[in-house]
């Protein structure tokens, strides 16, 4: 990859300067031309129909009492690890809520009994449109597999991250989080 990036005439990345400017500067050090974009967001980000009975859920929600998670697409967790995230989740104060797009997939992982029990402070979905989420008033954090959209989802729209990296870059990605940025 890196003998493609010093042969392109111009690299184009989905950042933003302000926070990868030592990236950035150590890249262009070698001789690559970069064009910064970012974060590439839609401006018209419509609410899906799915999405509807979700927001209207968080509409009645306090600001910044409910913790988003989603874990992206592609990674997998076992069983075990839902489990304990669900255990914790019951554990939340009273006064919080959660919303958490889990695919279906992987939602025999979690028991009936624990969406059951859940049901008044919790609300598990196949699907919702992340940025839409984000945006609401409600989301007081996410927990995120730190996947680059998502970070620059989330930091666009000014909610606190929890990083729960699993695959490819996202263990970096949870690292310039914590260590370079201090947003996570």
């Not at 939340?92 to 029990?117: D, I």
Request: negative net charge; contains cysteine; proline residues 8%.
């Amino acid at each position: 990859l890196a003998q493609y990036l010093i042969e392109a005439p111009w690299v184009i990345v989905n950042t933003i300067p302000e926070l990868d400017s030592q990236s950035l500067a150590c890249i262009r050090q070698l001789g690559v031309k970069l064009v910064t974009l970012g974060p590439l967001l839609p401006m018209d980000d419509p609410v899906a129909p799915d999405d509807l009975p979700i927001l209207s859920w968080l509409h009645e929600k306090p600001p910044l009492s409910v913790l988003y998670i989603c874990f992206g697409t592609l990674a997998e967790h076992s069983a075990e690890q839902l489990q304990e995230l669900a255990s914790a989740l019951e554990e939340l104060n009273q006064n919080l809520f959660f919303l958490w797009a889990l695919r279906r997939s992987q939602q025999p992982s979690l028991s009936e009994e624990f969406q059951r029990r859940t049901s008044a402070r919790g609300m598990v979905v196949p699907w919702c449109s992340q940025l839409q989420i984000l945006k609401h008033p409600s989301i007081g954090g996410f927990v995120t597999h730190c996947g680059w959209n998502s970070i620059l989802e989330s930091l666009s729209c000014g909610v606190p991250l929890v990083g729960w990296p699993s695959i490819a870059e996202q263990s970096l990605n949870a690292k310039y989080l914590v260590d370079v940025w201090k947003v996570g």
